[in-house]
């Protein structure tokens, strides 16, 4: 079955404690991506990779890292959590610039 | 400022009622506009990708249409179910090349039995 997969689920962590949450997609597409969605606000895009060593930076980098050293995984790294990234992510792939997005079912991050 | 509006912010209708969901954008230069569908706690999911000479598309009961020169698209949801129940997201693409996206911020919809 196509799929992006995220883990955890859930976490909750304390602020300053170094978080990883890993995402994967089976589909072979070139372009992966995370977003984070707060009540009120759109999806807003943190850092996209448009293939194996390429990333840059979204709308809301500030505060995250992100690696792409293999085209199935795209993890988010937090190097320093704090309060203001609580949040749910997505991360998300696709095969092309216009085509559609497949979304990973989500990671709700509390940092205390 | 690219903005993406959506409206109504929530609405309620009854099982088998059709629906039309309005999104208003300011989106420049345009490249696509899409409609996502979002189970609460869950990733959004495609619904219709519209290109700028598209003014309609259809996925299943989901039918969207664009209007280009004045900027606004609707999804029209028919004989609604309460699997439908659901937020539903209207996205716009900035530009050509890797995806800008701007997202709105939903249409919250509960179908009641």
């Known amino acids: 079955e196509a799929q992006v997969t995220q883990n955890p689920r859930y976490l909750i962590t304390v602020t300053g404690k170094k978080l990883t949450v890993t995402c994967s997609q089976n589909?072979?597409?070139?372009?992966m991506s995370w977003y984070r969605q707060d009540p009120g606000l759109g999806l807003r895009q943190i850092y996209y990779s448009m293939n194996v060593e390429v990333t840059d930076k979204g709308d809301v980098p500030e505060g995250y890292k992100v690696s792409r050293k293999e085209k199935r995984n795209f993890p988010l790294i937090l190097e320093s959590p704090s309060p203001n990234q609580t949040s749910l992510y997505f991360c998300a792939s696709t095969s092309g610039a216009n085509e559609k997005l497949f979304f990973g079912s989500g990671t709700q991050l509390s940092v205390l | 400022k690219n903005q993406v509006e959506q409206s109504p912010q929530s609405l309620i209708i009854l099982e088998g009622k059709n629906c039309t969901l309005q999104c208003n954008y300011t989106v420049s230069p345009f490249s696509n506009l899409r409609w996502y569908k979002q189970d609460t706690g869950r990733g959004p999911v495609s619904l219709t990708i519209m290109t700028f000479s598209e003014n309609t598309k259809s996925n299943g009961r989901y039918t969207a249409t664009l209007d280009a020169d004045t900027k606004q698209s609707s999804l029209h949801i028919t004989a609604s179910q309460l699997s439908d129940s659901a937020s539903y997201i209207c996205v716009v693409s900035a530009q050509t090349g890797f995806q800008k996206l701007v997202f709105g911020t939903g249409t919250r919809l509960l179908v009641s039995p």
């Open positions: 589909m072979n597409h070139e372009y």
